[in-house]
Structure formats: structure tokens, C-alpha cells
């Protein structure tokens, strides 16, 4: 007997499936389980990257200081001001659940912005 389940009615994320609808941006108040933090010395440009490019909209913000993205529902993101960031980006990576009619939209929308920002899109397992 496994401890795991199927929990899909506690998620945000719909099953996946070639007709999955994705659910609308969550503008609701919760607290957040986990969040990336994403330090920028371009607050303003990360911003317009993640909204126009990546479909987040903007929470809440200290101006020129930290915005808080959200997409779905725990898919929160907090960019923040940084008097510098490494030329060399860290290893690591931030992942967030789209809908398969979602990805061509979203490739074109991040390429149109800045051409070298995606590496895809690819199958994954």
C-alpha cells in the first residue's frame, strides 16, 4: 500500500491531458507555501519579462524595491533589487505548471521579448 494519492482536487494544476483548460490567474490572499526569490538589477525589465513574457501579474510591490508575480494559485514569484547580479547565472532552475495549449503562446511571448530566453520547448518525462 503507497502513502501517496491522487490530490488533483486540491490543486490549482488541472490533470494533465491534450484538452486540460488552465484556471484563471488566482488574485486571492493565502500564505505561501514556497516562493522563489529571484534578485534583479533591472527591476522594471524582470517585471515586464515575467508578466508579458511568462503571464504573471503584478500582487503587490515596494517600488523599487521587491514586486511580488503570481500566475496560478501558489505560483508565486518575488523579484527584488540587487546592486548586481552574477554574469553567470547560479545552477538552478524555476519550474511552473502551463497547460499544453498554453506553450506555443508563451514560447512566442518570452522569444518576441528576448530571443535567447528559451531553450524549447522539449519533452520531458
Known sequence: M?????AFEMSPVPPPGPDAVPPEPFRGIYGMPAFATIPTSDLAAS?????????FFELFSIP???VHLRRW??????????????????????????VLSQVDSLVAACRAL??????GPRDTP
Open 114 to 119: 528576448r530571443p535567447d530566453s528559451v531553450d
Open 47 to 55: 517585471v515586464d519579462f515575467w508578466t508579458r513574457g511568462l503571464g
Open 73 to 98: 494559485a501558489f505560483q508565486d514569484v518575488l523579484l527584488v533589487t540587487a546592486g548586481s547580479v552574477p554574469e553567470q547565472a547560479p545552477a538552478m532552475s524555476v519550474s511552473f505548471a502551463c
Open 2 to 6: 503507497s502513502d501517496y494519492f491522487d
Open 64 to 66: 523599487g524595491r521587491l
